[in-house]
T-cell receptor, first 114, second 109 residues
């Protein structure tokens, strides 16, 4: 049983399109995240949610809109895709407080914008 | 701002010992974490240090000096499967884990 699962694994799309990535965790964690890993493998936090509430929005363009319907799910919708959005997007979850540094990652969703 | 630096790439031989350094300057510190990421896969948690000193976990150990803003990951008895990227990360608090640039380790026979 996969702990953190995200779909789809691969997206290839044209500039200007809208796309969504879904994430679910069955670990019972309160906190979920979206991270972006660019071509240089730099992993950067985008958003974090604690119990459906937005905690961190790391100066991400408005075109990116996360949604957490419940604490086990965190989806990411991206409008008007740009070339620079091409990256691997990782969903992750953790327990709160000190244990929040121990993240459990999903397999990643590789987005390619043409 | 947040600054976490690691060497970009390192090479080592099977059976050897390698030390991957990490220096950090962050607004807030609540722990130093190390992750391993194989090519095409998700990062996985390896170890963490909150207090100064060495934490040992099998073939892997991690050291922290908070006054120097410095950590290292020590890998002993290197195996081919240890070829991966190693990511240093600082938990700054409020559910925020900031990653360094990562070190790609290549282990050769």
């Amino acid at each position: 049983d996969t702990a953190v699962s995200q779909t789809p694994k691969y997206l290839v799309t044209q500039m200007g399109n809208d796309k969504s990535i879904k994430c679910e965790q069955n670990l019972g964690h309160d906190t979920m995240y979206w991270y972006k890993q660019d071509s240089k493998k730099f992993l950067k936090i985008m958003f974090s949610y604690n119990n459906k509430e937005l905690i961190i929005n790391e100066t991400v363009p408005n075109r990116f809109s996360p949604k957490s319907p419940d604490k086990a799910h965190l989806n990411l919708h991206i409008n008007s895709l740009e070339l620079g959005d091409s990256a691997v997007y990782f969903c992750a979850s953790s327990q709160p407080d000190r244990a929040a540094g121990e993240l459990f990652f999903g397999e990643g969703s590789r987005l390619t914008v043409l | 701002g947040q600054n976490i630096d690691q060497p970009t790439e390192m090479t080592a031989t099977e059976g050897a010992i390698v030390q991957i350094n990490c220096t950090y300057q962050t607004s807030g510190f609540n722990g130093l974490f190390w992750y391993q990421q194989h090519a095409g896969e998700a990062p996985t948690f390896l170890s963490y240090n909150v207090l100064d000193g060495l934490e040992e976990k099998g073939r892997f150990s991690s050291f922290l000096s908070r006054s120097k803003g410095y950590s290292y990951l020590l890998l002993k008895e290197l195996q081919m499967k240890d070829s991966a990227s190693y990511l240093c990360a600082v938990y700054t608090g409020f559910q925020k884990l900031v990653f360094g640039t990562g070190t790609r380790l290549l282990v050769s026979p």
